[in-house]
């Protein structure tokens, strides 16, 4: 079942700017994760925040989760062309799979 | 350098016709998984293999069928009981069953189109 729900769906910006991508889900989590999928290849794992921490970084990645509103975002600073792809947050909670929203899907323009 | 594959690339059956998509991963993870992605849909679990042998039903199994006989092996079979077969089908792995602590290894898909 699809927990996750990103948004927007759709983010355009130019270089140099820096986009955020939200999440939102309906029950309680152990973990929330990231991953970017470019066109027509799999998905590629970002960041995993857990439920006891509230902000974690990457490199040019920030992620924030907060439970008790049960949303994450993902924000990307100075962003460039090549982080044109497909973002999507997903949550596990009991089980043994993740479940994936249907993503946020970026273009960065030159 | 360890991975996973996934063959075909793009894959065109005729209607009817059952089909076996490939997975194979040399990185050791006991636990493998089946996606589906669908244009606007994001990624539904088909199902997923916790260890050898052992294998459970996703949100999405019905048409489908899945063997875990080898560790490094995770064949999926689209049966012609599948009514939409026509997707985009992604394998994962993860280090173990849990996804607690271990992230999603994805391979880069099969594109399969059934006329």
């Known amino acids: 079942s699809q927990q996750g729900e990103e948004d927007p769906q759709a983010l355009s910006i130019q270089e140099g700017e820096n986009a955020t991508m939200n999440c939102s889900y309906k029950?309680?989590?152990?973990?929330l994760q990231w991953y970017r999928q470019n066109s027509g290849r799999g998905l590629v794992h970002l960041i995993l925040i857990r439920s006891n921490e509230r902000e974690k970084h990457s490199g040019r990645l920030r992620v924030t989760l907060d439970t008790s509103k049960k949303s994450s975002s993902l924000l990307i600073t100075a962003s460039r062309a090549a982080d044109t792809a497909s973002y999507f947050c997903a949550t596990e909670n009991s089980g043994y799979a993740l479940n994936f929203g249907k993503g946020t899907s970026l273009l960065v323009t030159p | 350098d360890g991975g996973i594959t996934q063959s075909p690339k793009y894959l065109f059956r005729k209607e009817g016709q059952n089909v076996t998509l490939s997975c194979e991963q040399n990185l050791n993870h006991d636990a493998m998984y089946w996606y589906r992605q669908d244009p606007g849909q994001g990624l539904r679990l088909i199902y997923y293999?916790?260890?050898?042998?052992?294998?459970q039903k996703g949100d999405i199994a019905e048409g489908y069928s899945v063997s875990r006989e080898k560790k490094e092996s995770f064949p999926l079979t689209v049966t012609s009981a599948q009514k939409n077969p026509t997707a985009f089908y992604l394998c994962a792995s993860s280090i173990s069953g849990s996804s607690y602590n271990s992230p999603l290894h994805f391979g880069n898909g099969t594109r399969l189109t059934v006329t």
């Open positions: 293999s916790q260890i050898v042998n052992d294998f």
């Open positions: 029950t309680s989590i152990n973990n």
